[in-house]
């Protein structure tokens, strides 16, 4: 038997010594707030709790070691220390999913024990271990350091943060969430609740010939194996293109390691995991396309039999391109290459579903689109859309990773059947391989300009690598090709994309979605034009700059541009730098493209202490619940803490994908219709008078259309964000600050501003010098989180942020996304910089250095 104190109790445990405290924590006692990160690994820190004083990883660490120790987790720490520390978490925007955050705290708790009095750069230090892929460790460390001087009587706490529109307000249910007491879908518990698993591909191409589910059938705890036959519906979904099966049937080929071929559900994780591996499967392996250069010659064999691997070509041509090419007085052309990204969320992906009356399923989903999950749920099923609910729980980052189903509908198919509460989750090497990825994308490229540096025409021709399925591939191929002349004005273009299948892991929906990779490539061309031509690198950017008036590459009228006021912003530091990099950007908001972009949003007034804001878009650390709060009080001066935030499909409000940085502007425009009435009300009675009612608000953008497809006029997105960002070289050639001007529109929340562009510009920066998920033969080259390159707190550079507001005429208050736009011209930058380095022009990412990463 070992005894120990956990926060301030005296435990025993006679269980297997060899249990994690994670699980015994997790699993035994359903202390939830130590999350689970890296299935074991020890490397996101997001499980650190406090052992006799030290900060340790709870996955780490195993029962036997803890004879006579005292643990402590979040829920255990002092009173004033928790509240001082969660406080300030909120107040100075450390928190945007959360997931790692009482991590965090717990490496600041033991720093407290043993130096109070810590400088920024120990602090550094000391949440080196921790891993946190939203912020960029900025508002963390400004946390945990206003934290400190709180505890130690050097600062006092300051008064609450004003809701209007402009205002640095705390995110929704921040200082809960930086404490663990805000459940996951990994955290929630159902009392009969059972346990699934997946039995993945063995091969990235093979048919399989039979599937053996005997011995799984008879393990101890397994309650049922299901297959394919076991689907009612439809086996197959897709966001666009309805190509990915949920589960694999004999006499079907996989497509990709992350193929699910059957599942198990027992009656704990560990049996149904255990169980899923018993299942024997018998294949006619086949030979694996993992080139996409290959895959799209003819010829190739077929990823999918009857479908060309080119899954489409998007292509725009305007002005006389080869008449500019023959006039130019200089050409850069080049080949350049970008590599496939992991999304790295810390929460890994998790389901519930609960069997409802009259045959329904109630989903706990933490994707990126609950009436998106809605449907293709209700289509597995064979049920009407209505009888599958699906309430969103805040995730735990998600960056474009959780757009497409992963286990929301197995969990539902395998609840829907055995009438039992069914929890499915996947470890770390299940969610590498089964969620999709960034694009890697092939670019030849060419930019001309005139003897003045006046860009005349740009050719490109690319391929992007969108894996065994197609997801959302055509469209970031599509972002490829309208944001190819990047943030400049080029009259001649002749622009193809074309997206191509592979047996490699799927790539779909990743931050920046495609425009990162051709931003790189054409603030390439402009560096080497400048060294061609003796042009200032500054100055060519300036003069080529989009504006109000000019036109993108798709011949799209640009309104509320500040494009050059970002530039002007950061001129002197970039020409006052020995070694600096200079990139612009532009990244649209609003899916657009032909495609309508709308929200629906209802507000309840319950009582006069409390009013309900249901809509139908994720919460995923980018704060549109607390956008919702803002918008709404600053509309109708109802107090922000009696509002409450709901996704929850009862409410029937549809909204597409969280994507595209336009929840903010579409709910925004909702809210602020649906504002107008109760803003109007109130005039007449108070809050508590309202009691019962019901606003619906709604807004669409239906006036967009594909690039080619209108000659005059055509609007391809109802709004677009600009940014220009410069790295700065120390003596030693590595990056030791980045500045980042962004046109935001309108700031609504200068924090929440600030911490998406500081966590956009980490993921940037990985993006840049360190991250690359390596596969060959359609398999990871290493399943090691710690492999994948996310930089850590001692690896960050000086982020500066600078906030430009030009208005944009759509939308609410002239907002304009932000989300993704803050690590489009980052890789780029650095490209640049390191260039005016070392005179070494690099078209490949990661970027490479003799020496050096």
């Known amino acids: 038997m070992i005894t120990f104190t956990l926060n301030g109790i005296r435990r025993s445990f006679e269980g297997d010594p060899e249990e994690s405290l994670l699980d015994h924590l997790r699993l035994e006692n359903r202390i939830t707030s130590a999350k689970d990160g890296c299935s074991g690994q020890g490397i996101c820190g997001a499980c650190t709790v406090e052992i006799n004083g030290r900060a340790l990883m709870a996955c780490r660490t195993r029962m036997k070691s803890l004879e006579g120790a005292e643990v402590f987790t979040t829920e255990g720490l002092p009173a004033r220390f928790r509240k001082v520390i969660a406080r300030q978490f909120a107040e100075k925007g450390a928190v945007q999913c959360g997931f790692c955050s009482p991590g965090m705290i717990m490496r600041a708790r033991a720093l407290w024990n043993n130096n109070p009095s810590a400088s920024r750069e120990e602090i550094i230090k000391a949440i080196r271990p921790n891993l946190c892929r939203c912020t960029g460790y900025v508002k963390i460390i400004d946390a945990i350091a206003s934290a400190f001087g709180i505890l130690s009587g050097e600062n006092n706490i300051q008064g609450k943060t004003p809701a209007a529109i402009g205002q640095p307000y705390p995110k929704y249910m921040a200082e809960a969430t930086a404490l663990g007491e805000r459940d996951f879908v990994d955290d929630m518990h159902f009392d009969g609740m059972v346990h699934g698993a997946l039995r993945f591909s063995d091969y990235p191409r093979a048919r399989v010939i039979k599937i053996d589910v005997s011995e799984a059938a008879r393990a101890e705890g397994v309650i049922r194996v299901f297959t394919t036959a076991d689907i009612p519906g439809m086996h197959k979904t897709g966001l666009i293109f309805r190509d990915w099966p949920l589960m694999v049937a004999e006499g079907e080929t996989t497509n990709c390691t992350g193929d699910v071929i059957a599942g198990v559900v027992a009656e704990t994780e560990a049996a149904a995991r255990a169980a899923a591996q018993l299942i024997k499967i018998d294949y006619q392996v086949l030979e694996a396309v993992t080139d996409m250069h290959e895959a799209a ?122 009438k039992k509460p069914v929890r499915v989750h996947l470890n770390r090497d299940e969610s590498l391989i089964m969620h999709p990825k960034r694009h890697p994308v092939w670019m030849e490229i060419s930019l001309a300009c005139d003897s003045r540096g006046k860009f005349t025409a740009l050719r490109l021709n690319a391929l992007g690598d969108t894996g065994a399925y197609a997801s959302v591939g055509t469209k970031v191929m599509e972002r490829v090709v309208g944001h190819a002349t990047g943030a400049y004005s080029v009259p001649a273009v002749d622009i193809r994309a074309a997206t191509v299948y592979t047996n490699n892991i799927p790539s779909g929906a990743m931050r920046g979605f495609g425009v990162p990779q051709v931003t790189f490539a054409v603030e390439g061309c402009i560096d080497e034009l400048c060294r061609m031509g003796g042009f200032d690198r500054w100055q060519i950017r300036f003069d080529n700059a989009l504006e109000d008036g000019k036109r993108t590459a798709t011949g799209q009228l640009l309104r509320g541009v500040g494009l050059k006021k970002t530039l002007l912003a950061v001129r002197d530091a970039f020409r006052n730098a020995r070694y600096a990099g200079l990139a612009c950007g532009i990244k649209n908001t609003g899916v657009g493209n032909g495609m309508t972009d709308d929200s629906e949003v209802s507000v309840e007034i319950i009582s006069g202490n409390k009013v309900i804001v249901s809509h139908g878009w994720s919460e995923m650390g980018q704060g549109i619940h607390t956008m919702a709060i803002q918008i709404l009080h600053h509309e109708t001066g109802i107090d922000p803490s009696l509002i409450e935030v709901k996704v929850d499909t009862a409410a029937g409000l ?132 710690n492999d994948l390159g996310i930089l850590r707190a001692d690896e960050m550079p000086e982020i500066e942020v600078i906030g430009i507001e030009e208005k944009d005429p759509v939308g609410p208050y002239g907002a304009k996304g932000i989300g993704e736009i803050g690590m489009v011209p980052t890789a780029a930058a650095v490209a640049n910089a390191l260039y005016a380095f070392d005179g070494v022009k690099r078209t490949k990412l990661p970027l490479r250095r003799k020496g050096k990463t």
């Not at 850069?332 to 399923?361: K, M, N, V, W």
């Not at 809210?671 to 009300?681: K, N």
């Not at 619906?696 to 220009?724: L, M, Q």
């Not at 050639?733 to 600030?754: C, T, W, Y």
């Open 297 to 418: 010659r003819p010829g190739s064999p077929e990823v999918h039999d009857g479908r060309s691997n080119v899954l489409e070509t998007c292509s725009i041509r305007s002005g006389d391109v080869e008449e500019a090419f023959r006039k130019a007085s200089w050409v850069s052309t080049g080949i350049y290459e970008t590599q496939r990204i992991e999304h790295a969320f810390l929460e890994t992906e998790t389901a519930i579903a609960i069997p409802e009356e009259d045959d329904g399923i109630r989903l706990y989903s933490q994707g990126q689109g609950p009436y998106v999950d809605r449907k293709a749920v209700s289509e597995i099923l064979g049920l009407p859309a209505e009888k599958v609910r699906v309430i969103q729980v805040q995730n735990g980052g998600g960056f474009g990773g959780k757009e497409d189903i992963t286990v929301q509908g197995h969990a539902s198919l395998f609840a829907w059947h055995l």
């Open 654 to 785: 549809p909204t597409g994908m969280t994507t595209s940085s336009r929840a903010t502007a579409l709910l925004g425009n909702a809210l602020i219709d649906t504002a107008a009435r109760i803003r109007e009300d109130l005039r007449k009675g108070s809050l508590k008078q309202l009691a019962g009612r019901v606003y619906r608000g709604k807004y669409v953008c239906d006036w967009t259309c594909r690039p080619g497809e209108k000659s005059e006029n055509p609007e391809i997105h109802f709004a677009y964000g600009y940014a220009t960002q410069v790295a700065i070289l120390d003596d030693d050639g590595s990056v030791s600050r980045i500045i980042a001007a962004h046109d935001a529109g309108k700031i609504m929340n200068r924090m929440l501003f600030e911490g998406q562009i500081e966590g956009a510009v980490h993921m940037g920066l990985g993006y840049a010098l360190t991250e690359d998920l390596q596969l060959e033969n359609g398999r990871p080259v290493s399943m090691k989180f």
